[in-house]
């Protein structure tokens, strides 16, 4: 199960790093026609954001890096084990976070980027983008989802075929018997056992399977959750608005460290090595605060409310929503409240349907400062 892993992760990592030297290009060049001018207030001040959005950088990677690892470093401990309920209710408040990421913040963020009266009347007034371009987005995230699925499976199927055949030579032949298959039956005689199980070949293959599955989701979330990451980071480091950036910082601790958990849960679920647990750990960490960083030197050059900002930022912010929405509730909550563990306990539900409801309505009111 190790090679057909590093796929994946190279693919992830290369389209993380197209995707921001795509979106810096077009930033990079969003000086055109910058519709309306700063209006001077007691607010703007250059010397002080950029103090705070300094402090934000550090306190943001902070936060990330905590809610990332946290689930990743307490395997140890019983009460948090992955197959223990308290790891359960945990993930759904932190799958709450993010399906109130994409709701609450992201996709309002795109409407009103998107029906800006800086753009032109036709064809961003006449056509909904936001909602096309969510929906196309969560779309193409059911595609990936399936073929990478499909993918896995095909793997999982040729290696279990090679193991059968290997096996069934060694019953054919009959060639060794280990010494601990062989037991007394009671005459004074052994009785000699195959050291092949078909149950446990069954269960094997299951836990394959659902180990498979662990690993798209881990990819496909952490995807998402970058791009937004990127976006929401290059608008902080922009912007010299001292009363916005400091609800921001806190709201954005509380952001990522919350969202960090439930990409952990799903990072420790898919059991990856402890190379590519530190490569996923380190985008996730570090993406918002390279934005930020990125933001604040284009601050001069890159305005906010010109057209092509407005459009680039507003369609992967629309993007990133419909990934997130679909995440969350198809391969988060719907996975984890369909399944076995949780339809086997109606008291597990409640919890996790008040975790969810606690994490979807903490994030919701974060959406005043934020």
């Known amino acids: 199960m190790n090679s057909p892993t590093a796929n994946p992760t190279t693919t992830t990592t290369t389209l993380l790093l197209l995707l921001l030297s795509l979106f810096i290009t077009a930033v990079s060049a969003a000086d055109d026609g910058a519709c309306g001018a700063e209006t001077s207030s007691s607010c703007n001040d250059k010397s002080g954001a950029l103090s705070l959005k300094l402090i934000a950088t550090f306190s943001i990677l902070v936060a990330s890096v905590i809610g990332v690892c946290l689930p990743l470093t307490t395997r140890s401990v019983a009460a948090l084990n992955p197959e ?52 196309l987005s969560a779309l193409v995230t059911l595609m990936v989802d399936s073929i990478a699925t499909s993918f896995y499976s095909g793997k999982l199927k040729t290696a279990a075929a090679t193991t059968d055949g290997v096996e069934g030579d060694r019953e054919m ?49 952490e995807l998402g959750i970058v791009v937004h990451s990127i976006v929401i980071g290059l608008s902080l ?41 530190a490569i996923m750990v380190f985008f996730f ?34 993007s990133s929503a419909g ?20 339809q086997s306990s109606i008291r597990l539900q409640l919890k996790s349907f008040a975790a969810v409801l606690l994490g979807a309505g903490g994030m919701s009111l974060m959406a005043k400062w934020a």
């Open 84 to 135: 223990r309920s308290l790891f359960v209710v945990v993930k759904a408040f932190a799958s709450g976070i993010i399906l109130a990421t994409g709701f609450m913040h992201v996709l309002p963020d795109s409407f009103d980027m998107l029906s800006s009266g800086c753009l032109a009347d036709n064809p961003w007034h006449k056509f909904p983008f936001t909602g096309f371009v969510a929906m």
């Open 173 to 221: 032949g009959n060639a060794v018997v280990p010494v601990d298959a062989e037991e007394d039956n009671g005459g004074g005689g052994r009785v000699h056992h195959h050291g092949h199980h078909h149950g446990v070949k069954v269960s094997g293959e299951d836990g394959g399977k659902q180990l498979m599955r662990y690993k798209v989701i881990a990819m496909v979330l």
């Open 237 to 277: 480091g922009a912007s010299n608005n001292t009363c916005t950036i400091k609800g921001l910082v806190a709201a954005l601790c509380f952001h990522q460290m919350f969202e960090g958990m439930g990409l952990g849960g799903c990072i420790l679920q898919a059991e990856y090595s402890k190379a590519k647990r």
């Open 285 to 318: 960490s570090t993406t918002t605060p390279f934005g930020i960083l990125v933001g604040i030197g284009m601050s001069k050059t890159y305005k906010e409310n010109s057209p092509t900002a407005l459009i680039t930022v507003g369609l992967l912010n629309a």
């Open 323 to 342: 990934l997130l929405i679909y995440m969350a509730l198809v391969d988060l909550l719907a996975v984890d409240f369909m399944g076995p563990k949780m």
